[in-house]
């Protein structure tokens, strides 16, 4: 059974730091386009950022415009998690994040709740 469980988010102020982390259990993460979606209150799930961790090679990061640069997706393959570093976060980063093995979210955890105000 796959299962996904996000946590470490938080309320910061704008500038501020959190590191999300997911355990994915059922599967390993090899195997799967894992990424971060997020969805902003009154808006629908958007792409954050994925990890193409497959085919032998160094994971390889795609990030939306809208994170780039101050977001860091990465994997611990021998721990099975994923990570969400976020740096120099801005208000409209708030919403909940959640963790998902394709790009569109189809499958993914619970959410963990990022709040961004000063």
């Known amino acids: 059974e796959v299962q996904l469980v996000e946590s470490g988010g938080g309320s910061v102020q704008p500038g501020g730091s959190l590191r999300l982390s997911c355990a994915a259990s059922?599967?390993?993460?090899?195997?799967?386009?894992m990424s971060w979606v997020r969805q902003a209150p009154g808006k629908g799930l958007e792409w954050v950022a994925s990890i193409n961790s497959r085919g032998g090679h160094a994971d390889l990061n795609t990030y939306a415009d809208s994170v780039k640069g101050r977001l860091t997706i990465s994997a611990d393959h021998a721990e099975n998690r994923l990570y969400l570093q976020m740096n120099s976060l801005k208000a409209e980063d708030t919403g909940v994040y959640y963790c998902?093995?394709?790009?569109?979210?189809?499958?993914r955890g619970q959410g963990t709740r990022v709040t961004v105000s000063s």
């Open positions: 059922g599967f390993r993460l090899r195997q799967h386009d």
């Open positions: 998902a093995t394709d790009p569109r979210g189809t499958s």
